[in-house]
Structures are given as C-alpha cells and as structure tokens.
C-alpha cells in the first residue's frame, strides 16, 4: 500500500498565495479526480507535488509513504515512481522517444531486459493506435495536441509509477481518442492499482476513468468532496452552485 499525503499546504508563485491550508490524501487503488473552475490552483497542486521548483510551500508538508518530500528534486520523486502526465507535455529535440524510455527504465532496474522493453512498448503504441514512426522521432517533436497526450500515456505504461497524475490529459482529444486514452489508463489501473489523481473540467472523462472520489476546488482549497456522481452534478449545476451550498453548509456548521 502507497499513500500520497499533502498536509495543510500554503503554497505561493511570485509572493502570490495559489494553494491554501490543502489537504488530500491518496492511497493505491484509489482514483480522485480534482475540478473546479479555471484558476483555482488545480494544475498548481500536481506541480507541487511533482516538486516544480517554481512552486514554493511556505507551510505544510507532503509525504509518500511516510517520507517528507517537500525538498526533493523533481527526478528524486519520480525514482520513488511519482508520475505527472502534463497539460501542455514539452517538445524535445534530439532526444528521442525510445532513447527517452530505455535509460529511465536501465537507471531504475538492473535486470532491464532489452527485447521484453521493445515488446510492451510495440503493445501499447499498437493499443493507443499511435505511428510507430513516432517512437524514433524527438520527444513530442511534431506532434499534434491528441498525440503528446497518447505519449503521456505510453510513458505511463512503460515507467510503471506508483502515483499517476493526469493534469487535463483530455484536452486537445477528440471522442475516439479520448476513448482510447481512457481506457488505456484503466487497464493500467486494473493491473498496478496504482494511487491516481485527474485534474480535469468535464464529466466526459470521468465516462472512461472511474473516480472513486470527486473533489471540487475553489480559490485554492477544497470546498467540496464526493463520489462519482458529484462530477454530474457538476456538469447539471454548474460550479457556482455547488460553491453556493458548499458555503451555506460550512457557515451552518460554524
């Protein structure tokens, strides 16, 4: 059992307060799926996670499984198999896909196996029905929107983490890719059960990936927790609403 804990953090960019006194804990086998309107510290709280150092904690801690993580590397946090699939995933030139993979893979396990990489990663560009030219070609180089989305995915699939983080991995998607993309995530789930956090707008992917939590963000906390159904509420309502009751409630409790 893996357990993510971020513990009443107070996290700024530029002396400006995105996250405050935020709490959440993820364990294995678990799917949340964080939303909430533009602006409210969504992709803030994976980069933080993730150990962006553009991000600073003024207050609070995070842990995995027990271990601070507040002041490791971005690369320390992935060894300890953290893993963010990005918004907006960057192009690089001269390194390509494959090469990419194979020395992750060969820095983190001895008894790495050259044909058993090739094979599970000809599979799971043949089931996210991408151009297997794109393997050889520079990280994301030339690729549309759909296609640096799939290569997160792929990435997932090949490294494996113990944490997933999918940071609006349904933007730029059209139906049947976000189809695939879905269910590609949910059969890694099935066979890792990894912990998994989405941060997304829109029910549609909630169709495919099945949250066992929904939370909803707002003005850099949580204002509201549930389970699936709460996304199609969401999607009925709309945000202000559910924000509406959500304060009414707490000042009922005060």
């Known amino acids: 059992m893996n357990t993510l804990k971020i513990d009443k953090i107070t996290v700024k960019v530029n002396d400006k307060i995105i996250l405050k006194n935020f709490s959440l804990t993820i364990k294995s086998g678990e799917i949340h799926a964080i939303m909430g309107p533009n602006g409210t510290g969504k992709s803030t709280l994976t980069k933080v996670i993730m150990g962006d150092p553009n991000y600073q904690i003024t207050k609070g801690a995070i842990t995995f499984n027990d271990k601070k993580i507040n002041d490791l590397k971005v690369y320390e946090r992935a060894r300890l198999g953290i893993f963010l699939g990005m918004q907006m995933p960057m192009e690089i030139e001269g390194v390509s896909n494959a090469d990419f993979l194979r020395t992750a893979l060969r820095s983190q396990n001895e008894n790495f196996k050259l044909y058993s990489f090739i094979k599970e990663l000809d599979s799971q ?69 990894p912990a998994i956090l989405l941060v997304t707008h829109y029910q549609r992917l909630l169709d495919y990936i099945k949250p066992n939590y929904v939370h909803i963000m707002s003005d850099g906390k949580i204002v509201k927790s549930g389970d699936a159904s709460l996304a199609k509420q969401i999607e009925k309502e709309g945000y202000d609403k559910i924000k509406e009751t959500s304060t009414k409630v707490q000042e009922e409790i005060k």
């Open 125 to 193: 560009i043949d089931k996210l029905k991408m151009d297997k030219d794109m393997i050889h070609r520079g990280i994301n180089e030339g690729f549309s929107g759909g296609e640096r989305k799939k290569n997160e995915i792929l990435q997932m699939h090949l490294l494996k983490p113990k944490v997933v983080m999918l940071d609006e991995i349904d933007s730029g998607l059209d139906v049947d890719s976000l189809k695939i993309v879905g269910n590609s995530v949910m059969e890694y789930y099935e066979k890792e059960k």
